[in-house]
């Protein structure tokens, strides 16, 4: 009688298939990262272009002020060109009154982000020279 011995050097097709599930789940892993990455530098990247798009605003309505209320009741700001997605700033009051000279006046200025979804709001003071 022979004893025939099996040889087990080869992987069988279940190992092969539980190797290629882990792989694929690393694989994924890394995919999804990427990808949360990428959107999450898109969102800090439109954040500091909104934040210096408020701040222009804000240094515009400034000087319009220190420009026109010196010899008029009204100030007229420019509107300038925005980057591409940006909505046009919301400006409250949007009035353009000048401030009183005994006091000062609260300009909130709400600017819509590239998404839709999200706003930033700077609000400044005015004061007449």
Same mark, same amino acid.
């Given at each position: 009688?022979?004893?025939?011995?099996?040889?087990? =050097?080869?992987?069988? +097709?279940?190992? &092969?298939?539980?190797?290629?599930?882990?792989?694929?789940?690393?694989?994924?892993?890394?995919?999804?990262?990427? &990808?949360? %990455?990428?959107?999450?530098? !898109? =969102?800090?990247? /439109?954040?500091?272009? =909104? /934040?210096?798009? *408020?701040?222009?605003?804000?240094?515009?309505?400034?000087?319009?002020?220190? !420009?026109?209320?010196?010899? %008029?009741?009204?100030?007229?700001?420019?509107?300038?060109?925005? #980057?591409?997605?940006?909505?046009?700033?919301?400006?409250?009051?949007?009035?353009?009154?000048? #401030? #009183?000279?005994? %006091?000062?006046?609260?300009?909130? &200025?709400? +600017?819509?982000?590239?998404?839709?979804?999200?706003? !930033?709001?700077?609000?400044?003071? *005015?004061? %007449?020279?």
């Amino acid at each position: 009688m022979h004893d025939h011995q099996r040889d087990d =050097a080869g992987e069988t +097709l279940v190992e &092969i298939i539980v190797a290629i599930v882990i792989m694929s789940f690393v694989v994924s892993a890394y995919f999804f990262t990427y &990808i949360t %990455s990428s959107h999450s530098s !898109k =969102a800090q990247r /439109d954040l500091v272009t =909104a /934040d210096g798009i *408020l701040r222009h605003y804000a240094e515009t309505l400034h000087a319009a002020v220190q !420009k026109d209320c010196a010899g %008029s009741a009204t100030y007229t700001t420019t509107p300038t060109s925005l #980057p591409t997605g940006f909505s046009p700033p919301m400006i409250t009051p949007s009035s353009q009154n000048c #401030p #009183p000279a005994t %006091s000062v006046q609260a300009v909130t &200025i709400d +600017l819509t982000l590239p998404n839709g979804t999200t706003h !930033k709001r700077l609000t400044t003071e *005015l004061r %007449s020279p």
